[in-house]
């Protein structure tokens, strides 16, 4: 969920707006794969709700993470249009909204704010997810440091969680009022 969080937090409602219109709803059956290691996506990803697997093919199927409702999915690929390295399964029933690359891009060429706003988010959830692999392997730092970084993180984001999780919200309610495709 803090993922989601960090990326809305940064958004304004307009651009919330314009990705619930946008993006399509859609319902990932148990077992399906959403993004296929090595093979191009065409979409950017936020999990309403469900549970996918994360995991690399090439390396006997080793499973790399989990990922629930509030995380965006696809966002590496989005950034530099290579394939995934990775594939995501659904574990369970899942909603994603689906977000067409062709539409993003052109939205960030026209609308400057928003690209500023969106890349803006993106940054911030791929430093924290960095820095959350960074500390769960410990380079170079000691545990006390470990635990100061952690801390400072979690309290330059407290003031906008409370606004990020009703943003949130507004995203599922929408999300989940559009017809499937």
Not at 155 to 162: A, S, T, W
């Amino acid at each position: 969920m803090k993922q989601v969080l960090l990326f809305l937090g940064v958004l304004n409602n307009d651009d919330l707006d314009w990705m619930i219109l946008k993006g399509r709803k859609e319902t990932i059956a148990p077992g399906k794969v959403l993004i296929q290691e090595g093979k191009a996506i065409d979409a950017f990803y936020i999990v309403v709700n469900g549970n996918f697997s994360v995991r690399i093919e090439s390396l006997d199927n080793k499973e790399l993470a989990r990922i629930v409702s509030g995380e965006i999915v696809g966002e590496i690929s989005f950034i530099d249009a290579r394939p995934p390295l990775a594939t995501v399964r659904a574990e369970t029933e899942s909603l994603v909204l689906s977000i067409p690359r062709l539409q993003l891009n052109a939205k960030l060429q026209q609308d400057t704010g928003f690209a500023s706003r969106f890349y803006h988010a993106l940054a911030i959830c791929l430093s924290d997810r960095m820095r959350g692999t960074v500390s769960r392997l410990g380079y170079g730092m000691e545990l006390e440091d470990l635990e100061k970084e952690k801390g400072s993180l979690e309290q330059g984001i407290v003031g906008n969680m409370d606004l990020a999780r009703v943003k949130f919200d507004w995203l599922v309610n929408g999300v989940k009022g559009r017809k499937s495709s």
